[in-house]
């Protein structure tokens, strides 16, 4: 699970769980967290996609492989997060990278490509770094 710890009062307060991702986390087992320069926090998710949840209104997102169409992660495990400097999400899993528009909702695929300049080198992405010049490593 995700836990919040606030100091000022030494309390820790578990998020829920709610298997449909609509109240809590779909799943306990999180593997990826970001806490996004506008409050959001981003928990990518063993086996569940991605959640978007906003502290201030207690909404949640998710975002999770659906139909394997242009608009859906790559794979429900996500290993990666970043936050790059322009505010997009940017997502490692177990079977490539997507990059999320928080404000538009649009989710791009980026693939491996074997034969071209331009694409990952493999499927798996584990770490996600922003360089001070704003070059993503990938």
């Keep these: ?20 991702g609509v109240r809590g986390l779909p799943s306990a087992d999180a593997r990826a ?50 936050e790059d400097r322009s505010g997009r999400i940017w997502i490692g899993t177990l079977t490539g990278l997507n990059v999320l528009e928080p404000e538009s909702g649009q989710l791009i695929r980026i693939a491996k490509r074997e034969d071209q300049a331009g694409g990952l080198a493999g499927d798996l992405v584990r770490v996600i770094h922003e360089s001070a010049d704003g070059t993503v490593w990938v």
């Design 1 to 20: 699970g995700v836990f919040r710890y606030t100091p000022g009062t030494a309390t820790v307060e578990a998020l829920p769980i709610d298997a449909e």
């Design 33 to 82: 967290l970001v806490v996004a320069r506008n409050g959001h926090l981003w928990i990518g998710t063993f086996d569940a996609g991605l959640v978007r949840h906003d502290p201030a209104t207690q909404a949640w997102q998710r975002w999770h492989l659906g139909n394997n169409t242009a608009s859906s992660l790559w794979h429900p495990m996500v290993l990666a997060l970043h």
